[in-house]
Nanobody, 118 residues
Framework: QVQLVESGGGVVQAGGSLRLSCVVS????????MGWYRQAPGKERELVAT???????NYADFVKGRFTISRDNAKNTVYLQMNSLKPEDTAVYYC????????????WGQGTQVTVST
């Protein structure tokens, strides 16, 4: 059974930083394209960043230059380093994995709340 468990959310002042982690179990992590998404109250879930095993990372325009996605295949973990946080970054952040061996079946974590105060 594939499981994704996020951690690292919290409350931070505007301009601060947080690092989110997502540990994956139950599958071969190294082959999975991984991503981070977020969902603010009353809004649809949106892509934040993605990182495949070999490809360069992909970022949404609203986080370019502030957020960095990385992965440690030895630890089955993907990270999201968030710097220069803004109140509009407040959302629940979700980790996502797609399995190319199973028609890109998607898996999601439970989400972690990030709140940026003014």
């Amino acid at each position: 059974q594939v499981q994704l468990v996020e951690s690292g959310g919290g409350v931070v002042q505007a301009g601060g930083s947080l690092r989110l982690s997502c540990v994956v179990s139950g599958t071969i992590f190294s082959i999975l394209p991984m991503g981070w998404y977020r969902q603010a109250p009353g809004k649809e879930r949106e892509l934040v960043a993605t990182k495949s095993r070999l490809a360069t990372p992909n970022y949404a325009d609203f986080v370019k230059g502030r957020f960095t996605i990385s992965r440690d295949n030895a630890k089955n973990t993907v990270y999201l380093q968030m710097n220069s946080l803004k109140p509009e970054d407040t959302a629940v952040y979700y980790c996502n994995a797609r399995d190319p061996r199973r028609s890109n079946t998607e898996y999601w974590g439970q989400g972690t709340q990030v709140t940026v105060s003014t």
